[in-house]
């Protein structure tokens, strides 16, 4: 089955930097790229960027670049997302996705991962 | 603010028809594909529609997609209880290079 399946909740102070991971099962790895979302409270879809899970490329969405570093170990098929300088308009869910390449629409996602921003 | 627009809520009684409105600009749906997603309260969207019209695998065809110029439309024919839920366009912006999403439409059944 194929499935993306994330890290558990984390709660962080402002300033601080949060990693969350997303393992994907059921395919191979590096076919398709992981792009990130992120869904604050009550609010719509925010695209944070896309890595190319075999070359390691990335791209990210403007408001996001220099705050965000997204990577991959494709040893254990898993992706990951870095958001650094944590501020508490960054408490959101945070979903990653199957993408072919960043343009592609998503078509596996993560379970989410809530990430809270308090002090 | 999105630079896709998209009617904040539509509803209809069971076994009826809506209709969600996608607008945007030549950047982005005008040349690109558009792609609908669903998402059921509390849990993670899900890809419906691909590449305007195409539905993923176990989509029933009560649910399609259409795009003409600037602007694309889902579709959902006998509506059911289980299809309350917020709806989301998506696609690329080549000016912007970021893949945008409408503001969602929360779809209710009467």
């Known amino acids: 089955q194929i499935q993306l399946v994330q890290s558990g909740a984390e709660v962080k102070k402002p300033g601080a930097s949060v990693k969350v991971s997303c393992k994907a099962y059921?395919?191979?790895?590096?076919?398709?790229?992981i792009s990130w979302v992120r869904q604050a409270p009550g609010q719509g879809l925010e695209w944070m960027g896309w890595i190319s899970t075999e070359k390691s490329d990335t791209k990210y969405a403007p408001e996001f670049q220099g705050r965000v570093i997204m990577t991959r170990d494709t040893s254990t098929n898993t992706a990951y997302m870095d958001l650094r300088g944590l501020r508490y308009d960054d408490t959101a869910v945070y979903y990653c996705?199957?993408?072919?390449?960043?343009?592609?629409?998503?078509?596996?996602w993560g379970q989410g991962t809530m990430v809270t921003v308090s002090a | 603010q999105s630079v896709l627009t998209q009617p904040p809520s539509v509803s209809a009684a069971p076994g009826q028809k809506v209709t969600i409105s996608c607008s945007g600009s030549g950047s982005n749906i005008g040349n690109e594909y558009v792609s609908w997603y669903q998402q059921l309260p509390g849990k993670a969207p899900k890809l419906l529609i691909f590449d305007n019209n195409k539905r993923i695998s176990g989509i029933p065809d009560r649910f399609s997609g259409s795009k003409s110029g600037a602007s694309a439309t889902l579709g959902i024919t006998g509506l059911q209880t289980g299809d309350e839920a917020d709806y989301y366009c998506g696609t690329w912006d080549s000016s912007l290079s970021v893949y945008v999403f409408g503001p969602g439409t929360k779809v209710t059944v009467l």
């Open positions: 059921g395919y191979t790895f590096n076919t398709h790229g």
């Open positions: 996705a199957r993408a072919w390449i960043a343009s592609d629409s998503l078509d596996i």
